[in-house]
Nanobody, 126 residues
């Protein structure tokens, strides 16, 4: 069974940057829409950014717009989330999620994705 694998999390000071990576073991992501979600302790999981299967369409939550950039390379089977100007409120576990490119796009809706990674911890210190 294939799975999504995230990496790149860590501890960074406020104002710093991190780049998260997501790949799929055992399957091509080429036909999947991919999104990043995050969950802080005691809070609900929230959508951060979305990218269409070919990469032509991206969506960002208001809280990260202008600071985060999502991208993908279907040849390398990778999706990235470049996070700049990090704030303490960006801390949490970041998850990569995917759904086949069929039907209506769900964007940043958590219920719109069938496959999830295990998550990678991002901690932003003040």
């Amino acid at each position: 069974q294939w799975q999504l694998v995230e990496s790149g999390g860590g501890l960074v000071q406020a104002g710093g940057s991190l780049r998260l990576s997501c790949t799929a073991s055992g399957r091509s992501l080429r036909v999947y829409r991919v999104a990043w979600f995050r969950q802080a302790p005691g809070k609900e999981r929230e959508g951060v950014s979305f990218i269409s299967s070919a990469g032509g369409r991206t969506v960002y939550s208001d809280s990260v717009k202008g600071r985060f950039t999502i991208s993908r390379d279907n040849v390398k089977n990778m999706v990235w989330l470049q996070m700049n100007a990090l704030k303490t409120e960006d801390s949490g576990v970041y998850y990569c999620a995917a759904v086949v490119n069929i039907g209506e796009e769900k964007g940043l809706e958590t219920t719109g994705y069938d496959y999830w990674g295990q998550g990678t911890q991002v901690t932003v210190s003040s």
